[in-house]
């Protein structure tokens, strides 16, 4: 089993709708979990962290279940510059700094 | 301006000549890390740093050496490449080492060939 596995996609939703992505993670201990984005050929950029209660930046709202150990993030009103793929990233080890990333899931949003 | 900085952005090379990557980050950053990404897998850490003259194995270390002298460069060497080294590559820095909400920041890669 992949340590974070998400669904490669492609999404693909017009303008405006409202588009949601989910994520799950092997190892309990996993302390913190962040979405990130890579547009095509680009380096990744921190989009969002999760945090235990949820939280939410304008448009995006990201959610953490620790029971089901996955983690999710919901785009509302999607706008054409929101095509991207988004990286799910989990601190893997409760003693240091170990990144570990899904393989990503692919958003193409359409006039 | 805050980053992180690689060099070259692009090589195509042949088996066995050994090359350098070069990583350089400004913002004073105690941890450095290198990744590849290949299509499907996602990014796979090769080593990371998490100081001067402390360096250590990642996923995927087999094939390439780094070295951690200075606290800005993070060089990544393959000694021989070979043709399964084909990769994007991306060097990150994050202020901290520990774990917790430390955002890395990113390179803007190496696409390597090698022929």
């Known amino acids: 089993r992949k340590e974070v596995e998400q669904d490669p996609g492609p999404f693909n939703v017009p303008e405006g709708a409202t588009v949601a992505f989910n994520c799950t993670y092997s190892?309990?201990?996993?302390?913190?979990f962040f979405w990130y984005r890579q547009d095509c050929r680009k380096e990744p950029k921190l989009l969002m962290s999760v945090y235990s209660s949820g939280n939410e930046d304008g448009r995006f709202t990201a959610q953490l279940n620790r029971a089901s150990q996955y983690i999710s993030l919901l785009i509302r009103d999607s706008k054409l510059s929101d095509s991207a793929t988004y990286l799910c990233v989990v601190n893997h080890d409760a003693g240091m700094n170990d990144m570990r990333f899904g393989a990503g899931t692919r958003l193409t949003v359409k006039p | 301006e805050a980053q992180v900085t690689q060099n070259p952005r692009y090589l195509i090379t042949v088996t066995g000549k050994k090359l350098t990557v070069t990583c350089s980050q400004n913002m004073n950053h105690e941890y450095m890390s290198w990744y590849r990404q290949d299509p499907g897998l996602g990014l796979r850490q090769i080593y990371y740093s998490m100081n001067v003259e402390v360096t250590d194995k990642g996923d995927v270390p087999e094939g390439y050496k780094v070295s951690r002298k200075e606290k800005r460069n993070f060089p990544l060497i393959l000694e021989s490449p070979s043709p399964n080294q084909t990769s994007l590559y991306f060097c990150?820095?994050?202020?901290?080492?520990?774990?917790?909400?430390?955002?890395?920041?990113f390179g803007p890669g190496t696409r390597l060939t090698v022929l």
């Open positions: 190892n309990s201990a996993s302390q913190s």
């Open positions: 990150a820095s994050s202020l901290y080492s520990w774990p917790g909400y430390n955002e890395q920041f």
